[in-house]
């Protein structure tokens, strides 16, 4: 199915050429896509999406920016369109630790035999 949506997709995708990863990727669809002959689901020509990320602290990539603009319509009834943009910033790294003991059971105070 993924190959199918592809397929009505066009775009342009930015390459970062020292780490060869994806830094900016456009797409947008060029027909309706129709899942099951529109029956389920039928997403509009026109939607469109953008996704950034960054080498952060020269280490790891991260997004920095996704931006999504879709009309789709559910069951040929129900019909929604969503513009959202979501920016990413402020990453901080953090440092965990975790302490594991295996020991034996503590005794109760007072065994359930020897109650008085």
Do not use: C
Not at 29 to 45: M, Q
Request: no cysteine.
């Amino acid at each position: 199915m993924v190959e199918k949506i592809v397929q009505q997709l066009a775009g342009v995708v930015w390459i970062d050429e020292k780490q060869h990863e994806v830094a900016r990727l456009e797409a947008y669809f060029v027909k309706d896509f129709r899942l099951a002959g529109g029956l389920l689901a039928n997403l509009a020509k026109g939607n469109s999406f953008i996704f950034e990320q960054a080498f952060i602290n020269n280490k790891v990539w991260l997004p920095t920016y996704e931006e999504a603009h879709v009309g789709v319509r559910v069951l040929l009834l129900k019909g929604f369109k969503v513009n959202e943009v979501t920016r990413y910033s402020d990453y901080q790294r953090f440092n965990v630790e975790t302490l594991s003991t295996i020991a034996k059971p503590r005794q109760p105070a007072n065994p359930p035999d020897k109650q008085p």
